[in-house]
């Protein structure tokens, strides 16, 4: 399986500001996924990120406020942008592990917005 | 819409026992089904895979897939407390990977 790791793990943000959130994976994947996991609730795919291309996005995420970059095979970000205490969530990044279509998890990042 | 359907629970189980999940789906054309395991406060785990008809047996953990009924199930033979988690069915619904999580089944195994 892959090792992920994400940066930061935490943060406590103000209203109105945004947050890059990073996703580091120690081997070369073809996608990344970034999902939400708001309080209580189970996972959601934000945007699907492919390396070279622009992101494709879920319905009801759009690309000004989550906007996400994939400069290269093993490194992804995602921005909330311009945040309100509804994006207080659970941010995690995926990647499809080498074994069949098996993905895995980073550890998240935890988000709340003041 | 697509849906993937599971018991919220909380499923509780006595130590030793099995602990049995079920989870139904909407997409017939899924073909790969994940159950993760999701401690409090962390990542999901990815505890099985399956892709055909029947049975998969791994350690403690049994998946069985049932593409017509779009059924999918976990067990988890010999409960212990470690077992105490959500558990999440996902299926993959297209070709680019994407998964579909289900609300999740809380599991409580009690000494």
């Known amino acids: 399986s892959a090792v992920i790791s994400q940066k930061p793990s935490r943060d406590i943000c103000q209203r109105g500001t945004s947050l890059t959130i990073q996703c580091q994976v120690d081997?070369?994947?073809?996608?990344m996924f970034w999902y939400r996991q708001q309080p209580g609730q189970s996972l959601t795919l934000i945007a699907t990120a492919n390396q070279g291309s622009e992101a494709t996005y879920e319905s009801g995420f759009v690309i000004d406020k989550f906007p996400i970059s994939r400069p290269n095979l093993t490194f992804s970000t995602l921005t909330v942008s311009n945040m309100s205490p509804e994006d207080s969530s659970i941010y995690l990044c995926?990647?499809?592990?080498?074994?069949?279509?098996?993905?895995?998890f980073g550890p998240g990042t935890r988000l709340l917005v003041l | 819409q697509k849906e993937v359907e599971q018991n919220s629970g909380p499923l509780s189980v006595p130590e030793g026992a099995i602990a049995s999940l079920n989870c139904t789906y909407s997409?017939?054309?899924?073909?790969?089904f994940f159950w993760y395991r999701q401690y409090s406060g962390k990542s999901p785990e990815l505890i099985m895979s399956?892709?055909?008809?029947g049975d998969k047996e791994d350690g403690r953990f049994t998946a069985q897939l049932n593409k017509a009924s779009q059924y999918v199930s976990l067990l988890i033979r010999d409960s212990q407390p470690s077992d105490s988690a959500t558990y999440l069915c996902?299926?993959?619904?297209?070709?680019?990977?994407?998964?579909?999580f289900g609300a999740g089944t809380q599991v409580v195994v009690t000494p």
């Open positions: 996902a299926p993959k619904i297209n070709s680019w990977g994407k998964l579909q």
């Open positions: 995926s990647v499809e592990g080498t074994e069949q279509e098996t993905q895995y």
């Open positions: 399956i892709y055909s008809n």
């Open positions: 081997s070369q994947v073809t996608m």
């Open positions: 997409d017939r054309g899924s073909q790969s």
